[in-house]
C-alpha cells in the first residue's frame, strides 16, 4: 500500500499554520478591542502566557498526530528510512527544540543592557 506523501505534508503544514493564524487573529483581536476601548496593553504576563500556548501547540498536535498515526511512521520507514530519519530529525527533534528555546527566551527576565 503507497503512502499518499502529500497527505503527511498537508498535516505537518496544519500542525504549524493552525497555531499561527490563531495566534495572528488572537493578537489583531486584542489590537482592535484596547484601540476600541482605549485601554493601554500593559498586561505582558497574560500575553507571554498565550504566545507560549501557541508556541506550544505545534508541539502537541505532533505529539497527537505521532501517537493516532504510527502505523503510516511505520510504512513511511519502511518505503524510505533516510527521508523519514532527515524528516524525524528536522520536524520531530529541531523544531520543537527551536520552539522550546524561543518561550524559554520569552520568559527569562529582561536585564537592563551594560554598556562596554
Do not use: C
Amino acid at each position: 500500500m503507497q503512502t499518499d506523501l502529500s497527505k503527511v505534508a498537508l498535516a505537518l503544514a496544519a500542525a504549524f499554520l493552525l497555531p499561527a493564524i490563531g495566534y495572528l487573529v488572537g493578537i489583531t483581536w486584542n489590537t482592535a478591542v484596547n484601540r476600541t476601548f482605549g485601554v493601554s496593553d500593559q498586561n505582558h504576563g497574560m500575553s507571554k502566557v498565550w504566545t507560549t500556548v501557541y508556541l506550544l501547540m505545534p508541539i502537541a498536535i505532533l505529539g497527537v498526530m505521532v501517537k493516532s498515526h504510527f502505523d503510516l511512521i511505520e510504512r513511511l520507514w519502511r518505503d524510505s528510512p533516510l527521508v523519514t530519519s532527515i524528516a524525524y530529525l528536522l520536524v520531530g527533534i529541531l523544531v520543537p527544540a527551536g520552539l522550546i528555546a524561543v518561550i524559554v527566551r520569552l520568559w527569562r527576565p529582561h536585564h537592563g543592557r551594560r554598556s562596554s
